[in-house]
């Protein structure tokens, strides 16, 4: 099992509160990755990280920010919810050298209200 | 356009049947292949690489067609536990080893 914890595990919360999704990983992975995906579609890469003070945003516009301090850690943050950020976000690692394996955390199901 | 893609399904196949799925993509300077399998409300797993020789793990088969830009997966005998949602990813040399997934095929093994 892969050791990449996401949370919370479910969020709803109100139009224009500022919330926080946690990643943390435990595998020593340069790499790591926020997607998101909508029932029945594909996933949507929206922020990527090649390592520590490494961020760069992904081929998916978002108004999220993220930030990786710690090889572990890559937290993302909307600074103001709107119904529209409602959607699955699912964070993953991998090694430096072999990218295409990512390990998934089990996401975060935001709604905004 | 999109960059890969996939059959929906949903493909409902009796258990010990054999089914495939196939994928195209769209970007020609692609350089590898994988499947991975997303249960329902689950995260996304890696199934499987594509190899231009095509590969085989178990039950499954994979097969690469770079000439036309397909790719497939086989699965035989099929079990219950494969019913799943399987993903076509294809690694796109942009530097970062950028992964570019597909919407899914969704699989139900009934018994």
């Known amino acids: 099992e892969a050791d990449i914890y996401q949370t919370p595990r479910y969020l709803v919360i109100g139009t224009g509160k500022k919330i926080t999704l946690e990643c943390s990983q435990t595998m020593g992975h340069d790499k790591m990755y926020w997607y998101q995906q909508d029932p029945g579609m594909e996933l949507h890469l929206i922020h990527y990280s090649y390592g520590v003070n490494s961020t760069e945003k992904g081929d998916l516009s978002s108004e999220s920010t993220v930030s990786r301090i710690r090889t572990e850690h890559f937290p993302l943050t909307l600074e103001s919810a709107r119904p529209s950020h409602t959607s699955q976000y699912l964070c993953?690692?991998?090694?430096?050298?072999?990218?295409?394996?990512?390990?998934f955390g089990p996401g975060t199901r935001l709604t905004v209200t | 356009r999109k960059e890969v893609e996939q059959d929906p399904g949903p493909f409902n196949v009796p258990e010990g049947a054999t089914v495939a799925f196939n994928c195209t993509y769209s970007?020609?300077?692609?350089?590898?292949f994988f499947w991975y399998r997303q249960d329902c409300r689950k995260e996304p797993k890696l199934l499987m690489s594509v190899y231009s020789s095509g590969n085989e793990d178990g039950r499954f088969t994979a097969q690469l067609n770079r000439a036309s830009q397909y790719i497939s997966l086989l699965i035989r005998d099929s079990k219950l536990s494969d019913s799943a949602t399987y993903l076509c990813v294809v690694n796109e040399d942009t530097g970062f080893q950028k992964l570019v997934f597909g919407t899914g095929t969704r699989l139900l093994v009934s018994p």
């Open positions: 993953a690692s991998s090694e430096q050298r072999y990218s295409y394996e990512q390990y």
């Open positions: 970007n020609s300077a692609s350089q590898s």
